[in-house]
């Protein structure tokens, strides 16, 4: 088995011709769920992560007898992808099934994240582990099992928690002692190795990340969303100061931030969450809003300045330079696997999946188009060329030369798929050697550019050229679509009107938690964040009409 | 928080003056327990990747209580590892201690992989990464929860896995319905997936990896070499034909088998498992064996031809080019955590840890030397440029210029960690334009090389050097070791004295199942592998003196 291998994402050939999550049901928001949030207020903080505010979300059922028996599967693209247009939330889970992103696994509310899916996750970790590191963190692995007993030590973490936990009770065949919590989160188990680490200030700042998974027992789920299981990153720091925590809290949300308007192309907004949204155990959560496709927030991103809150139930504490022990000041930080999610409901169309070219898997598809078997070898032998130019330019390219498709077919599946741009080489192009582009970010002729040269500089510098416009083109339509759909509302009955119409409301707000809790069992919207960006001047409180200090952002959320 | 942090590894500045493993046993190698094994025979297969045989392991002890509280911790390097000609097992947890690879996990049998030692991992990870993706895998995740009911399909897998298995019975505060295992492989739930995904041959072949954490409820634990958790990678495919798997799983025993030889420096024997110590589930297994310093065998690599044993409990099928349904032929293969503990286990010597440079997570220590504040200024220059340098010829470096410790600790510190090579700079070698470098493969002043230029290129060129010859040395000595400590046997007199000297006895054998098994029971040796590299001409039966085949290679393992 010397030669390479077809690569697996030749398998994307074949699309199921049926929808594996037909099933789901593609309800329009469902009214939202105050008590079941009321229950666990303090969970909210993290929610971002796996989960937030419950609207629109469908269940799941199991697609196991789903499978194909028989003949070979046909392509029936059109009109399998149901236009986002019609139906939100059915495209989205028809562009996850037939992008081939994920695929229910057997356990309800489990995902398996396919390889055209997960290679978008390799892409985000790829950026995030060099910020990291150039900031000063290492990676390192946390056993996934905690003693129950380390969930119960921090008071307002096991009120957000102990709701949705996965519980080992039996092993090796035998009854444990105690059962085990499969890892939420992991700052309990955090604590509990840093005090056996930190002993001095010299010991200090303590800066740590881990690629891992978590788990946590939702009820309703959603592909990539939300999740029983799924992956993340969750840095974890300790520090000798509060400035420091604060500083490093800050330093992190930024890098989210830098991360989603530059990678993945998302306007999020950068701010603070209040009170009520706070993670359990935080003093203080930072977060990124997105705002989606159908202009719902998604929380993609969050940092948290732990304050003592963890250090004080673990003891975790130090030597001061003046010889007196100090408990330390922390932060934790996460990004998930509901990051490819807000990906794509940022930038998908109802053609599919639209992928910045910077997150893509792949950036340009070669298509060949030939008839005769002359003009299939001489067609092949500048496409496999022109491959093995943009590859050593450092560009991700993937070259349709399938049989059993014909070019339009292929056009509709990559277009489906979300790759910036297309190439398509034919007889005449090879015989003028040039080609023809289409950029999936402009539809039909308008995107389309015809006799671009093979030489390999020109060529190079065009792709590269379209590749940066496509993806400042992404950023700046989800910034305009974004910002076309914030009200700045100066009272309670704006907020409605705003809210109903589907869009974010921002207004000014110091008003009590009971009132924040109010505008979301009224409205359904909470407070996304107070955003770092705030206007200038004095502010009247949209509820109480009381002086200000800030505005809010109120939304409709996953 | 714009300014880089220090890094983390300068926590490694303040090494715990405590033993924190101290607690476990550093018992000699305990009586093999052949009961134990005799319950599960078909288990023993996949065992490379967490276990297998079962002597000289220790049981773990919490270590909780093992911190310090007060001062700051003293430097106590001295005689603090005990020397590995002393006691290997000793030796081997304090080199773990010291060196800061991991500590426990509250958990029973858990670990936490530390900074240093995840920075192992993750070079291999980069090697083998970018090996698979070559060979035209591609990366995925899949859930980790896995019904109960799906282990219980393959007949011999669940008779190996059943004994060892996490269960989760309580999600979300209710009791499940169907209890849920913590996944111990993923065989079956790949299955489950795979029957959804293969219609026609045009999906074939399918072959993915996954690197994720694997739980298996083990009673005998060892940090790396065997954990309740572990990290490893997986990779699974399916194949069209037999002939075409078998090429498969052969494919990936080489690529591990060149991964343990060129950046590991590990010298393993690659070859066939017998049938008794095949995975549970497999046809064939073949495996890489690498020789520890106490002359015990670590199953380092495994790869499976599965035939069709999975496919058929699944009914994982698909349609051949004539038609007929077909049941898949499938691989899978993996390389886990436990490896690091045989990169220790290969190389360390009584100073503590030695690192293969292409594995070494920092490969050059610079140590500045100086006394008055003059010095310090011009040396600290000279050091920061020479770290640029390195830095950007891709070399990994990490200059320790700490001011709590002497010259003469950092470089036994650092020596116990095992950097390939160390830099001193003093202000003499300033005024002169050179350095002095120290290998850690030549202790003292063997290896202590005076006036290498700091001219750029002559430096970088020297470093380069010596980092290849220390690489090619590590090498050289494994295999001499390894060569010199297999003997050949032609009796079973010459293989019970072989074993019993402690060396790995290589002979003829075409006995049986029982045969094997007494072997096992009178001298704790199992049957490592027939090597595939074979001595030409006839052989007879070392137990039989019938005509054998093959040689057999037996060994007490870990």
Redesign the interface.
């Known amino acids: 088995?010397g030669a390479?291998?077809?690569?697996?994402?030749t398998?994307l050939?074949?699309p199921s011709p049926v929808k594996?999550w037909a099933c789901f049901s593609s309800s329009k928001s469902t009214p939202f769920l105050p008590q079941s949030l009321r229950s666990r207020p303090a969970r909210r903080g993290r929610t971002c992560l796996s989960r937030s505010s419950s609207s629109g979300i469908s269940t799941q059922s199991l697609?196991?007898d789903?499978?194909?028996?028989?003949?070979?599967?046909k392509p029936n693209l059109d009109g399998s992808v149901t236009p986002r247009s019609v139906d939100f939330n059915a495209w989205y889970l028809d562009v996850i099934a037939h992008a081939e992103l994920a695929?229910y696994?057997?356990?309800r509310g489990?995902?398996?994240?396919?390889?055209y899916?997960?290679?978008i996750?390799?892409n985000i970790q790829d950026y995030l582990n060099v910020k990291f590191k150039?900031?000063?963190?290492?990676?390192?692995?946390?056993?996934?099992?905690?003693?129950f007993s380390?969930i119960e030590k921090e008071a307002s973490h096991v009120e957000g928690f102990?709701?949705?936990?996965?519980?080992?009770?039996?092993?090796?065949?035998k009854e444990l002692e105690e059962?085990?919590v499969?890892r939420p989160t992991s700052e309990t188990?955090v604590n509990?190795?840093f005090?056996?680490?930190i002993?001095?200030y010299?010991?200090l700042?303590?800066?740590?990340n881990q690629w891992?998974?978590v788990?946590r027992?939702?009820?309703r789920t959603k592909p990539f969303i939300r999740t029983?299981?799924f992956?993340w990153q969750e840095g974890h720091t300790a520090h000798a100061t509060p400035e420091?925590a604060e500083?490093?809290a800050?330093?992190m949300i930024d890098i989210y931030t830098k991360f989603a308007n530059e990678v993945a192309a998302i306007p999020v907004v950068m701010g603070r969450k209040s009170k009520v949204e706070t993670f359990a155990g935080a003093s203080r959560t930072y977060t990124i809003e997105a705002m989606m496709g159908d202009r719902k927030a998604l929380q993609a991103g969050t940092s948290h300045n732990l304050g003592q809150n963890f250090s004080r139930a673990f003891g975790t504490?130090f030597?001061d330079e003046n010889g007196q022990?100090q408990h330390v000041w922390q932060t934790s930080w996460a990004i998930s696997t509901r990051f490819i999610g807000g990906i794509i409901m940022t930038h998908g169309d109802d053609a599919g999946l639209m992928l910045p070219p910077k997150i893509a898997p792949v950036q340009v598809v070669i298509v060949p188009i030939w008839k005769t078997a002359d003009e299939k070898a001489a067609v092949l032998e500048s496409v496999s060329s022109i491959e093995t130019t943009l590859k050593t330019a450092g560009i991700r390219v993937k070259v349709d030369d399938s049989e059993?498709r014909t070019p339009g077919w292929k056009f509709n599946f990559w277009e489906m798929k979300g790759v910036p741009l297309r190439m398509e080489v034919g007889p005449r192009d090879v015989a003028k050697r040039t080609v023809v582009t289409s950029r999936r970010d402009a539809p039909g002729k308008q995107g389309k550019e015809f006799g671009i040269s093979m030489e390999s500089a020109e060529l190079v510098n065009h792709v590269r050229q379209r590749l940066d416009d496509i993806q400042a083109v992404l950023l700046e339509r989800a910034t305009a679509f974004r910002d076309s759909n914030i009200v700045d509302v100066t009272s309670y009955e704006e907020l409605k009107a705003a809210i109903a119409e589907g869009k974010w409301a921002r207004g000014p707000w110091s008003a009590s938690d009971a009132e924040e809790q109010r505008v979301k069992e009224e409205t359904g919207a909470t407070i996304r964040c107070f955003p770092f960006d705030q206007p200038v001047g004095p502010k009247t409180c949209l509820m109480t009409s009381q002086p200000a200090a800030e505005v809010a952002i109120f939304a409709k959320s996953y």
């Open positions: 088995m390479a291998r077809l690569p697996s994402l398998i050939r074949s594996p697609t196991k789903d499978k194909l028996h028989g003949d070979p599967p695929d696994g057997p356990v489990t995902m398996v994240i396919r390889p899916g997960y290679a996750w390799e150039e900031t000063g963190h290492s990676n390192m692995y946390f056993p996934q099992f905690i003693p380390f102990s709701p949705e936990l996965a519980l080992v009770t039996i092993g090796g065949g059962k085990l499969v188990i509990h190795m005090t056996q680490w002993h001095s010299r010991d700042p303590l800066m740590i891992a998974n788990t027992w939702e009820m029983l299981e992956l420091e500083e490093e800050l330093q504490q030597t022990r059993q």
